[in-house]
């Protein structure tokens, strides 16, 4: 049974950056495929990225592309989202979630083949 805990959220002005950290407790990371999703306001839960378990494939929703890096590190039993050029319509709690990896492929799943295990959010708040 993993337990995720996200952290690093923030008011943040247009155009700045956040990284989000991802701490995963109860199993090693290195068997599971990782997911980042966020939910603004009013608005149902999206995928915005994701990584097999292999460090290999990733995959980026459009509008975060060439923004957003997700990374891992399995030594560490963590998980990241580094994010540039924040605009206000990244505003929304942040979610981190992990999936056994074998079968996924996200080139293929996308994220949403990534739903076992979440965290509680962290929010950022994108606003001059």
């Known amino acids: 049974q993993l337990q995720l805990v996200e952290s690093g959220g923030g008011l943040v002005q247009p155009g700045g950056s956040l990284t989000l950290s991802c701490a995963v407790h109860g199993s090693a990371l290195d068997d599971y495929a990782i997911g980042w999703f966020r939910q603004a306001p009013g608005k149902e839960r999206e995928e915005v990225s994701c990584?097999?378990?292999?460090?290999?494939?990733?995959y980026y929703t459009d509008s975060v592309k060439g923004r957003f890096t997700i990374s891992r590190d399995n030594t560490k039993n963590a998980v990241y989202l580094q994010m540039n050029s924040l605009k206000p319509e990244d505003t929304g709690v942040y979610y981190c979630?992990?999936?056994?990896?074998?079968?996924?492929?996200?080139?293929?799943?996308?994220?949403?083949?990534?739903?076992?295990?979440w965290g509680k959010g962290t929010l950022v708040t994108v606003s001059s």
């Open positions: 979630a992990a999936n056994p990896g074998e079968g996924i492929d996200v080139v293929k799943t996308f994220c949403w083949s990534i739903t076992d295990y």
């Open positions: 990584m097999n378990s292999d460090h290999g494939s990733t």
